[in-house]
Antibody, heavy 122, light 107 residues
Framework: QVQLQESGPGLVKPSETLSLTCTVS??????????WSWIRQSPGKGLEWIGF???????KNNSSFKSRVTISVDMSKNQVSLKMSSVTAADTAMYYC???????????????WGQGTMVTVS | DIQMTQTPSTLSASVGDRVTITCRSS??????LAWYQQKPGKAPKLLIY???SLESGVPSRFSGRGFGTEFALTISSLQPDDFATFYC?????????FGGGTKVEIK
């Protein structure tokens, strides 16, 4: 079955760029009609959707992140990546990648999640 | 952005109790609502999608209902494995947004 595994530095300095990778195993990131999202969770702001990249390469980000976020896919490595620039302490959170059910022409509910990776900005 | 408001924020209940959690959206979301269960140290798990559709493998004691801006998740008979935090999420409009969560505790 398909599994997601997030990875990346656990500690990032303020003003630097956070870079995370979600490795997809048991399936191809390019198959199906899926939307691949990044979602974060912090005690202060709860669950917060960051953005997605879909099966056709379309991306959309939460406007609250302004232009700080870039989500991309590397088909050769079967990975989805997140880059968030100019981080501050407010970006300290558990970061999850998640895949939707793939039944809609737009984002469906998320039925597949990675275990998450904790990022501290300090 | 669509605001999702869950009540209560904490709920104390006993095994066997019938439990209902409510979720209100700040505008109509056409039924595009999901419910998730999260246990400490784990990722959220999808329980219900499209307001009332049960995700594969989820016990039938979980059910969802709602319309317009008012939604609810009911656990018909609370089991020991159900003590967790539950979140609603709308996927009608971007940005996708989540409720603040309801923690179900043992009474």
């Amino acid at each position: 079955q398909v599994q997601l595994q997030e990875s990346g530095p656990g500690l990032v300095k303020p003003s630097e760029t956070l870079s995370l990778t979600c490795t997809v195993s048991g399936g191809s990131v390019g198959s199906g009609s899926y939307y691949w999202s990044w979602i974060r969770q912090s005690p202060g702001k709860g669950l917060e959707w960051i953005g997605f990249i879909n099966y056709s390469g379309k991306t959309k980000n939460n406007s609250s992140f302004k232009s700080r976020v870039t989500i991309s896919v590397d088909m050769s490595k079967n990975q989805v990546s997140l880059k968030m620039s100019s981080v501050t302490a407010a970006d300290t959170a558990m970061y999850y990648c998640a895949r939707d059910r793939g039944w809609l022409s737009s984002n469906d509910a998320f039925n597949l999640w990675g275990q998450g990776t904790m990022v501290t900005v300090s | 952005d669509i605001q999702m408001t869950q009540t209560p924020s904490t709920l104390s209940a006993s095994v066997g109790d019938r439990v209902t959690i409510t979720c209100r959206s700040s505008q109509s979301i056409s039924g595009w609502l999901a419910w998730y269960q999260q246990k400490p140290g784990k990722a959220p798990k999808l329980l219900i999608y499209k307001t009332s559709s049960l995700e594969s493998g989820v016990p039938s004691r979980f059910s969802g209902r709602g319309f317009g801006t008012e939604f609810a998740l009911t656990i018909s008979s609370l089991q020991p494995d159900d003590f967790a935090t539950f979140y609603c999420q709308q996927y009608d409009t971007y940005p996708l947004t989540f409720g603040g969560g309801t923690k179900v505790e043992i009474k």
